[in-house]
């Protein structure tokens, strides 16, 4: 079993940054792909960045390439989504996920998941 935990959410005003984290724990998490997922009110939750394990390799929604970053350090078993240039539009409830399989892959179909934490809020006002 695997086990995250989100931080790092709060309430910030248009084009300023926050810095999302995602422990994690169980075991040999730090071998599984991540990814960051978002929910905003009334919508689906949607897909946000990914990373392979080794994290030399990540993937980005339109909507945040160019302003976020995802990376992980496996020695602390711990994944980061750095956000920069923050819109109203980016406010939702930020999610990380784990999928459980050892791959050199990452993924954007959250079906595709199989650990979630309970999620952080972020919340950008204009």
């Known amino acids: 079993q695997v086990q995250l935990v989100e931080s790092g959410g709060g309430l910030v005003q248009a084009g300023g940054s926050l810095r999302l984290s995602c422990a994690t724990s169980g075991r040999t998490s730090s071998n599984y792909p991540m990814g960051w997922f978002r929910q905003a009110p009334g919508k689906e939750r949607e897909f946000v960045a990914a990373?392979?394990?080794?994290?030399?390799?990540?993937y980005y929604a339109d909507s945040v390439k160019g302003r976020f970053t995802i990376s992980r350090d496996n020695a602390k078993n711990t994944v980061y989504l750095q956000m920069n240039s923050l819109k109203p539009e980016d406010t939702a409830v930020y999610y990380c996920?784990?999928?459980?399989?050892?791959?050199?892959?990452?993924?954007?179909?959250?079906?595709?998941?199989?650990?979630w934490g309970q999620g952080t809020q972020v919340t950008v006002s204009s």
């Open positions: 996920a784990a999928r459980g399989i050892y791959s050199g892959s990452y993924y954007s179909d959250p079906r595709l998941y199989d650990y």
């Open positions: 990373i392979n394990w080794r994290g030399g390799s990540a």
